[in-house]
C-alpha cells in the first residue's frame, strides 16, 4: 500500500460539520494530506478541530509540513477554486463553496495561486509559426498512444510525468500501477488521440493529454458513469469543448520547440470538431508555462489555490 489513509469526521449530534481524509504518502512521506476537504459554513471551530489533530500526528509521524488543497497526488487534482463559481465545470474540474480557502488563512500558509486559461477555436491559427513547424516536425516524431499496448503506454506517461515535473511544488514519485488505475477507467472515454507524445533518436520526451469535455453529456447532478460512455460512443460529436489537461516536456529539450510541435498536432486533431476549449491548472509562477498558455489561449479563466502550512503555525 502506498498511503496510510484515515478519515476524519467532525460532528455535533449527529449533524457532520466537517471531513477530510488524511493521507501520508510513502513517495512523500514528510507532508501530512489533508485531503478531500469539505464543511459546512461558519464551521470555524470544526475545522480547528481538524488541524489541531493534524499537527498531533505530524508530531507522532515526525512529519514536517500540513498541504491542504491536495488529494493524494497532483494527478487526481490540485487547489481550491477560488472565482467563477457561477460558471459551469469542466471535466475533471475542482468545485467548492468561497469560503473553503478562508478556513485555512488563520495558519498563515504559504499559499500557492493557479491559474487556467480558455478560448475559442477560431481564434487559434498556426500561420506565423508555419516555418518554424516545418523545421520542428522534421526534427521530432509526434504520435498517438496505442491502446493496445496500454500497460506499457502507461509506462512511458508514468516516466514522462517523472522526469517532467519531480521540481514542481506537491509533486512526487508517481508509480506504474497508480496510473494504470487512473487511467483503466478513462480508457473507456478517451482514444490513442488524446494522449499524443513526442519523440526524437527513438526516445520519447514529452507529451500532451487532452480530452473533449464529457461534463457536456452529463445531466444536472449526475457522475459519469455508464451511461455517459454510451452516450460518449453515440453522441460524441454533441461535445463543444474539448480540455488540455497536462502538457510537458524533459527538461533537456524544453527549449528546443518541441512543445510548440505538441501544439500543433492538438489542433490539427481538434479544428472543426471542437468550438472552445479549457486548460487544466498551472502553476501562477510557472511563466514558461503561463507564457504558452497565453500563446494558445485567449484569457486567463479559473483561479486556484492551495496551502503549505506549518505544524509550528496551529495552536
Request: proline share 3%; glycine share 6%; aromatic share 16%.
Given at each position: 500500500?502506498?498511503?496510510?489513509?484515515?478519515?476524519?469526521?467532525?460532528?455535533?449530534?449527529?449533524?457532520?460539520?466537517?471531513?477530510?481524509?488524511?493521507?501520508?504518502?510513502?513517495?512523500?512521506?514528510d507532508v501530512l494530506q489533508i485531503a478531500?476537504?469539505?464543511?459546512?459554513?461558519?464551521?470555524?471551530?470544526?475545522?480547528?478541530?481538524?488541524?489541531?489533530?493534524?499537527?498531533?500526528?505530524?508530531?507522532?509521524?515526525?512529519?514536517?509540513?500540513?498541504?491542504?488543497?491536495?488529494?493524494?497526488?497532483?494527478?487526481?487534482?490540485?487547489?481550491?477554486?477560488?472565482?467563477?463559481?457561477?460558471?459551469?465545470?469542466?471535466?475533471?474540474?475542482?468545485?467548492?463553496?468561497?469560503?473553503?480557502?478562508?478556513?485555512?488563512?488563520?495558519?498563515?500558509?504559504?499559499?500557492?495561486?493557479?491559474?487556467?486559461?480558455?478560448?475559442?477555436?477560431?481564434?487559434?491559427?498556426?500561420?506565423?509559426?508555419?516555418?518554424?513547424?516545418?523545421?520542428?516536425?522534421?526534427?521530432?516524431?509526434?504520435?498517438?498512444?496505442?491502446?493496445?499496448?496500454?500497460?506499457?503506454?502507461?509506462?512511458?506517461?508514468?516516466?514522462?510525468?517523472?522526469?517532467?515535473?519531480?521540481?514542481?511544488?506537491?509533486?512526487?514519485?508517481?508509480?506504474?500501477?497508480?496510473?494504470?488505475?487512473?487511467?483503466?477507467?478513462?480508457?473507456?472515454?478517451?482514444?490513442?488521440?488524446?494522449?499524443?507524445?513526442?519523440?526524437?533518436?527513438?526516445?520519447?520526451?514529452?507529451?500532451?493529454?487532452?480530452?473533449?469535455?464529457?461534463?457536456?453529456?452529463?445531466?444536472?447532478?449526475?457522475?459519469?458513469?455508464?451511461?455517459?460512455?454510451?452516450?460518449?460512443?453515440?453522441?460524441?460529436?454533441?461535445?463543444?469543448?474539448?480540455?488540455?489537461?497536462?502538457?510537458?516536456?524533459?527538461?533537456?529539450?524544453?527549449?528546443?520547440?518541441?512543445?510548440?510541435?505538441?501544439?500543433?498536432?492538438?489542433?490539427?486533431?481538434?479544428?472543426?470538431?471542437?468550438?472552445?476549449y479549457e486548460t487544466s491548472w498551472i502553476?501562477?509562477?510557472?511563466?514558461?508555462?503561463?507564457?504558452?498558455?497565453?500563446?494558445?489561449?485567449?484569457?486567463?479563466?479559473?483561479?486556484?489555490?492551495?496551502?503549505?502550512?506549518?505544524?509550528?503555525?496551529?495552536?
Amino acid at each position: 500500500m502506498n498511503s496510510e489513509i484515515t478519515p476524519i469526521l467532525v460532528k455535533e449530534g449527529s449533524s457532520v460539520l466537517a471531513a477530510c481524509i488524511y493521507i501520508i504518502s510513502k513517495n512523500y512521506p514528510d507532508v501530512l494530506q489533508i485531503a478531500f476537504f469539505e464543511a459546512l459554513a461558519d464551521c470555524q471551530d470544526a475545522v480547528d478541530l481538524i488541524m489541531k489533530r493534524a499537527k498531533e500526528l505530524c508530531a507522532e509521524k515526525n512529519l514536517h509540513a500540513i498541504t491542504v488543497g491536495l488529494n493524494g497526488h497532483v494527478n487526481y487534482g490540485l487547489g481550491f477554486l477560488y472565482d467563477k463559481f457561477q460558471d459551469g465545470l469542466s471535466f475533471g474540474s475542482n468545485f467548492n463553496p468561497p469560503y473553503y480557502p478562508e478556513y485555512f488563512s488563520k495558519y498563515s500558509p504559504k499559499r500557492f495561486n493557479l491559474v487556467s486559461f480558455k478560448g475559442d477555436m477560431e481564434n487559434v491559427n498556426f500561420e506565423r509559426e508555419k516555418d518554424i513547424l516545418n523545421r520542428i516536425t522534421k526534427k521530432f516524431n509526434y504520435r498517438e498512444a496505442n491502446f493496445s499496448k496500454f500497460k506499457s503506454e502507461m509506462k512511458v506517461y508514468t516516466d514522462l510525468n517523472n522526469q517532467c515535473f519531480m521540481e514542481h511544488p506537491f509533486y512526487f514519485l508517481r508509480e506504474y500501477q497508480e496510473d494504470y488505475e487512473l487511467f483503466s477507467e478513462l480508457k473507456y472515454f478517451i482514444k490513442g488521440e488524446n494522449l499524443l507524445f513526442a519523440e526524437h533518436n527513438n526516445t520519447t520526451i514529452g507529451f500532451l493529454l487532452w480530452y473533449p469535455d464529457f461534463n457536456e453529456l452529463l445531466d444536472r447532478g449526475k457522475t459519469i458513469g455508464v451511461d455517459t460512455f454510451i452516450k460518449n460512443k453515440l453522441f460524441s460529436k454533441r461535445i463543444d469543448k474539448f480540455k488540455i489537461v497536462e502538457i510537458a516536456v524533459i527538461p533537456q529539450y524544453q527549449k528546443s520547440g518541441v512543445i510548440l510541435g505538441l501544439f500543433n498536432e492538438l489542433y490539427n486533431k481538434t479544428k472543426g470538431r471542437f468550438s472552445s476549449y479549457e486548460t487544466s491548472w498551472i502553476l501562477e509562477d510557472n511563466y514558461r508555462s503561463k507564457s504558452l498558455g497565453a500563446k494558445w489561449a485567449e484569457e486567463e479563466y479559473k483561479h486556484f489555490v492551495a496551502f503549505e502550512i506549518s505544524p509550528k503555525e496551529i495552536i
